[in-house]
């Protein structure tokens, strides 16, 4: 992204830890790398960075640790929540947990929510604001993939006029991490609210690109992550309403989380400590909150806006390649971050990826990014079809796990970087790639054959195999 004008009061551009990395490719020649991954993860803000450097002398126990250094530790924690706090829009009275994700934030909240709540999502949710309410004593109902923003709300007006008149939860994402599509977030929850229901926000894939308002847009509560948030150190917060977060007992059990135990009692902390029981993160949310930090200095709405135009920017462009298929969600008039997904003739995804690393040190994701109903939807593959797939990867076969390529964008991209990945592809729709690849069917991965490539040397033992274990977003 280009560096903002240069007027008093004005910021330098972020920059980011490892952003001229340069990475070996196969023909032992590197270059440096192009970091098209940012929805599953971002680099580190230089200033987190810093923050962190100069914190860590300082770290030690929080709360009630009489020693300067516990104090010390305990102000930057508490004021790490107050950056949250501030960066999010949330209430006086909102709750600000710290957790380890949006996926734990999500599954805190599922635990927390009354009995038979009845929880509303939508079939294009990720995984981590759809898994954790299938659980006793919640009721899930799914709502299918809408075709536009009004479908969203129409669909959703329906569903909760049929809906029982007992506690309703919307949980929705904020932004596509598959197609990028923002949602309607305030319209959704004004409706909800008229509804009586409260609304849940997957902010993990919009909160780093897109100015989010919690108490303007109307949102019960927010799950958001760090490590998309440039402060890639293992905390995330859970922000919201605080009474169905004391309704029981607290998620975590343990020290920390407890003001009085005996041998058949216990009286649980009041909030946040209810539920941030055991040693927390410290590092990391002192990470976060300096990423908050940041990001408000260099102005949120000025980032999405220089985002929403690279993002136009690479379809644009991507669409010119012959045999490239790109996929939306909805019609290109929505607002969408720099998500972009596709996939190109003669390739597989697996493959594709494989040969963008390996010959162009362009780094991209595959797959259905912890997101499989939509993505079977936009590849149009039959519930029939889909049930072979399941059955050949329970039989340990992954060969034909379905998925798509997705580049997406974030602080460090450039006109250049989408250009890179243009060039990479036009020239294998052109003329092929230039080394062969073999399938590994207990993964699904394609591997360059033969492999040339080593690993830069590091203080930690690095394993032999970077072998997929799952997927990530």
Request: with cysteine.
């Amino acid at each position: 992204m280009s560096a903002l004008p240069d007027v008093e009061g004005a910021r330098l551009a972020p920059t980011l830890v490892g952003a001229d990395i340069a990475v070996p490719l196969v023909t032992g020649a590197s270059r440096r790398y192009v970091n098209l991954d940012y929805a599953a993860s971002t680099p580190a803000l230089t200033e987190v960075a810093q923050a962190v450097a100069e914190f860590l002398p300082w770290y030690s126990s929080v709360h009630r640790g009489a020693g300067f250094k516990s104090q010390v530790a305990t102000a930057a924690y508490e004021g790490a929540r107050e950056e949250v706090r501030r960066f999010f829009g949330a209430r006086l009275d909102d709750a600000v947990l710290f957790v380890r994700n949006t996926t734990d934030a999500i599954n805190l909240l599922a635990s927390a929510l009354p009995e038979r709540t009845e929880v509303l999502a939508f079939g294009a949710e990720h995984h981590a604001d759809m898994l954790p309410w299938r659980r006793r004593g919640l009721e899930v109902t799914y709502l299918a993939i809408p075709t536009s923003p009004a479908g969203v709300l129409d669909q959703l007006e329906t569903a909760l006029r049929r809906s029982h008149s007992g506690p309703r939860l919307v949980a929705v994402t904020g932004a596509s991490n598959v197609t990028g599509e923002v949602w309607p977030i305030p319209e959704l929850a004004a409706l909800a609210h008229a509804n009586g229901a409260r609304v849940l926000l997957d902010g993990a894939q919009l909160a780093p690109h897109f100015p989010i308002d919690v108490t303007a847009w109307g949102v019960d509560y927010l799950a958001v992550s760090g490590h998309k948030m440039y402060a890639p150190f293992g905390a995330g917060a859970l922000l919201g309403r605080p009474d169905w977060l004391t309704n029981d007992a607290p998620y975590l059990r343990g020290g920390g989380a407890v003001d009085f135990v005996t041998l058949d009692s216990v009286l649980w902390a009041a909030l946040p400590e209810r539920q941030e029981a055991g040693s927390p993160n410290v590092v990391g949310a002192v990470a976060m909150g300096a990423a908050c930090r940041a990001l408000a200095g260099y102005g949120m709405a000025h980032l999405a806006d220089e985002e929403l135009a690279l993002a136009a920017y690479a379809r644009n462009r991507l669409a010119t390649i012959p045999g490239l298929e790109l996929y939306a969600l909805w019609d290109v008039g929505a607002p969408r971050l720099g998500i972009v997904a596709f996939n190109l003739r003669g390739y597989w995804h697996s493959e594709l990826a494989a040969i963008l690393s390996a010959e162009h040190a362009v780094g991209v994701r595959h797959g259905c990014f912890c997101a499989h109903p939509l993505v079977l939807h936009l590849l149009r593959i039959a519930p029939s079809e889909a049930g072979v797939i399941r059955a050949e990867i329970a039989g340990g076969d992954r060969g034909h796990v379905p998925g798509a390529v997705r580049a997406s964008m974030g602080l460090g991209t450039t006109r250049a970087d989408v250009d890179a990945l243009h060039a990479a592809l036009a020239s294998l729709a052109a003329s092929g790639p230039g080394w062969r690849y073999r399938l590994d069917r207990t993964t699904g991965e394609y591997l360059p054959e033969p492999e040339p490539r080593t690993w830069p040397t590091l203080p930690i033992a690095l394993s032999g195999s970077a072998g997929v274990h799952g997927e990530s977003s």
